[in-house]
């Protein structure tokens, strides 16, 4: 990546370069966002803001709120809306950012970049018959669980600001609007290589991916393209597998919600399992279950599949070889899969070497919580303690029958207990975004522009492994709470 020699941080620290917009020009249209009539910071990430190398301070005096609706912009931004295509519940339809502009990227102070994105900042060339906005509770929505991500160790993109635009958007009813400030390593998405595939120009399709390459997959300046589709495919298992170990469900793994850095990008209607079901679908519109709970790696291998295709004429000069090249790649996907993902449950369960029946131990531990309907992370957090080693923690006999096994396998290894629950301590979270309270929280700061809730759990989600994190985060919602439904945040 080759950074601008004339480019220095002004006294906030912005240091923006566009390198996004030096790409083939298929790949985005120049877009300005509109102007609101009274930006407000709703809230301010002032840790991101620092590591950013951008000066919190400055930030957030009245009059700089307009950088945060796109009324003011950035020096050296360069703002555009970004193509791409996607398959929605699995049909294809081109798409572009219609609600979202990039100013640029910050080129931070650790020689890192990243790219700051206002979402919610008016109509785009893409914006079909969309009004290009966002209501507050979703923004807020995406800021606390994109950040409760972030804390668990979950790659994802990040939340600088939300900012009110003293204006009201409408849906069902008139909500208040606002816009969020994404960071994110990039937001190509398999959906920006559909984009190029579908316009079958190959010159752009070459020009993306060696972008794509250095900017993500540095280590592979020398490697072919299949070797560099190995590499996403890994980061996309690892992601993947990180989600299921702190029960997230996406919700919309649509193939232009896919980031190819490995990033969790589109919080719309995501929620966290409680009570373990690996059937579990909180999206609305999700009335097949595709995107459900343990649905999510096959999913991801069917996005990828699609990533594939369109990188066909990068894969081989001959198609057909291409395609088995292709095929056999993809066909490790599962095993790639799971062995992250059992290796992450052995975690959790204190196991810190390999044995052949540990997939069968964790299986039977996750059979018996989904029988037992027990929630997901109070059972690993409860298992997390010196005593649930020594005695069985639920009374059911059929967890008292997995107990004694996992006691012996615990044998079987040379850490004491000591480094087995420190282990355990730190791949179990206390905290996730409970539903119940994010929908408080959002309530009300929405309806009673009360932010103390919202600060209140933002704080506790953002501590997940923090030990004395107050119990009204931990407790899982009343038993007999209806089913919670989520909602797109468009
Ligand atoms: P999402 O469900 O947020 O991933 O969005 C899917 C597509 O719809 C993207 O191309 C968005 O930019 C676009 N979109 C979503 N909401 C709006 C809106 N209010 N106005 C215009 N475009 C939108
Ligand atoms: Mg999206």
Redesign the pocket.
């Known amino acids: 990546m080759t950074i601008h020699p004339s480019q220095f941080p002004t006294t906030a620290g912005w240091n923006l370069d566009d390198s996004y917009s030096r790409l083939p020009s298929l790949l985005f249209r120049e877009a300005r966002p509109t102007a609101v009539k009274h930006p407000s910071l709703a809230v301010f990430n002032e840790a991101l803001s620092r590591s950013l190398g951008l000066d919190p301070e400055i930030l957030q005096q009245p009059d700089q709120a307009g950088l945060f609706t796109g009324n003011i912009l950035p020096p050296s931004a360069k703002p555009i809306a970004q193509a791409?295509a996607?398959h929605?519940f699995g049909h294809f339809t081109t798409?572009?950012?219609?609600?979202?502009i990039l100013l640029g990227e910050q080129l931070t102070p650790d020689n890192q970049r990243f790219d700051i994105q206002l979402k919610g900042c008016g109509?785009t060339p893409?914006?079909?018959g969309?009004?290009?906005?966002?209501a507050l509770g979703p923004m807020l929505r995406e800021y606390l669980i994109s950040e409760a991500m972030h804390a668990l160790g979950i790659p994802t993109t990040r939340s600088l600001a939300v900012s009110t635009t003293g204006e009201n958007i409408f849906r069902n009813e008139e909500l208040p609007g606002a816009v969020l400030t994404r960071v994110a390593s990039s937001h190509i998405r398999v959906g920006t290589f559909q984009w190029v595939s579908a316009h079958q120009d190959q010159a752009a399709l070459r020009a993306l991916a060696d972008y794509t390459r250095r900017r993500h997959f540095p280590d592979l300046a020398e490697a072919t393209n299949l070797e560099f589709f190995h590499a996403i495919m890994k980061r996309q298992a690892s992601l993947i597998a990180q989600w299921l170990q702190v029960g997230f469900i996406h919700g919309?793994m649509?193939t232009?919600?896919m980031a190819l850095c490995g990033e969790t990008i589109?919080y719309?209607p995501c929620a966290f399992v409680d009570r373990y079901d690996p059937d579990t679908v909180f999206s609305s519109i999700d009335r097949d279950g595709r995107y459900a709970y343990a649905n999510q790696p096959t999913i991801a291998r069917w996005n990828l599949a699609r990533l594939a295709e369109a990188m066909i004429p990068l894969l081989h000069t001959d198609g057909k070889q291409a395609v088995e090249l292709a095929n056999e790649a993809l066909n490790q996907f599962q095993g790639i899969f799971q062995n992250v993902w059992l290796d992450r449950m052995r975690a959790k369960l204190g196991i810190f070497n390999k044995e052949a029946d540990d997939l069968a131990l964790v299986q039977r531990l996750l059979d018996w919580m989904q029988a037992s309907k027990i929630d997901f992370t109070g059972t690993f957090t409860t298992l997390s303690s010196i005593a649930s080693l020594d005695h069985p923690a639920f009374p059911e006999p059929t967890f008292a029958g997995w107990h004694a096994d996992w006691k012996n396998r615990l044998t079987r290894q040379s850490e004491d207990s000591l480094e087995i629950i420190r282990k355990m301590k730190s791949a179990n979270p206390r905290v996730i975004p409970r539903n119940h309270k994010v929908e408080e929280a959002l309530n009300a700061a929405t309806l009673h522009s009360d932010f103390a809730p919202f600060q209140k759990l933002l704080s506790a989600v953002t501590r997940p492994f923090d030990e004395t994190s107050d119990e009204t985060f931990t407790t899982p919602p009343p038993t007999d709470s209806p089913r919670y439904q989520t909602f797109?945040?468009?």
Do not use: E, I, K, M
């Open positions: 791409y996607g929605q798409l572009g950012d219609g609600r979202a109509r893409f914006s079909r969309g009004d290009g906005l966002a919309v649509n232009d919600n589109d719309g797109c945040g468009t």
